[in-house]
T-cell receptor
Framework: NAGVTQTPKFQVLKTGQSMTLQCAQDMNHEYMSWYRQDPGMGLRLIHYSVGAGITDQGEVPNGYNVSRSTTEDFPLRLLSAAPSQTSVYFCASSYSRKDTGTQGYTFGSGTRLTVV | AQTVTQSQPEMSVQEAETVTLSCTYDTSESDYYLFWYKQPPSRQMILVIR??????QNATENRFSVNFQKAAKSFSLKISDSQLGDAAMYFCAYRSFRGGSEKLVFGKGTKLTVNP
């Protein structure tokens, strides 16, 4: 099925460890982004990309790194995990033009990350 | 920067009744898009309804409709004939298509409970 695939669905890390959350989409969307969701905070943008080779910071980028070498993939790297990064992470993709962007975002199923 | 405010952290409704969730936003732009997303306990983000700011007609999707008041910067969601399956978190979101600002800005969400 077409959509956004996120892996893993659950992860427990120790403080200081690094890991990569994977995100792939097969809809040829130009725009991809990562959000974190915390209780009472809604979804906050971490990083986003408007196309292969182009990335930019969102609202809460510290402690995270991204790259976009292909249109399909947009991995999120935690460089040195901290308990404050315990959260649910969502990857999302979309067309980026006005005429198609109104279809909205397609979200992955999320990754629940716990840092101990 | 755009902001989205959902003033009702929690709402409840009786099955078969109607409920309205509030959303206000702040922007200096005249062309943008608004969305309501539903997040059930499964964690999946589901697009409920969308509205283009240049359209005066309020969007409708089956039992879901919006009251879009552009001058007041208000975008409320009305759910008619509420069903048990409507119980979820609901997020209001704003999207600009000004160059480099295609990201989605979310409110903090409203938790909707449907009582049998």
């Amino acid at each position: 099925n077409a959509g956004v695939t996120q892996t893993p669905k659950f992860q427990v890390l120790k403080t200081g460890q690094s890991m990569t959350l994977q995100c792939a989409q097969d809809m040829n969307h130009e725009y991809m982004s990562w959000y974190r969701q915390d209780p009472g905070m809604g979804l906050r943008l971490i990083h986003y990309s408007v196309g292969a080779g182009i990335t930019d910071q969102g609202e809460v980028p510290n402690g995270y790194n991204v790259s976009r070498s292909t249109t399909e993939d947009f991995p999120l790297r935690l460089l040195s995990a901290a308990p404050s990064q315990t959260s649910v992470y969502f990857c999302a993709s979309s067309y980026s033009r006005k005429d198609t962007g109104t279809q909205g975002y397609t979200f992955g199923s999320g990754t629940r990350l716990t840092v101990v | 920067a755009q902001t989205v405010t959902q003033s009702q952290p929690e709402m409840s409704v009786q099955e078969a009744e109607t409920v309205t969730l509030s959303c206000t936003y702040d922007t200096s732009e005249s062309d943008y898009y608004l969305f309501w997303y539903k997040q059930p306990p499964s964690r999946q983000m589901i697009l409920v309804i969308r509205q283009e700011a240049y359209k005066q007609q309020n969007a409708t999707e089956n039992r879901f409709s919006v009251n879009f008041q552009k001058a007041a910067k208000s975008f409320s969601l009305k759910i008619s004939d509420s069903q048990l399956g409507d119980a979820a978190m609901y997020f209001c979101a704003y999207r600009s298509f000004r160059g480099g600002s295609e990201k989605l800005v979310f409110g903090k969400g409203t938790k909707l409970t449907v009582n049998p």
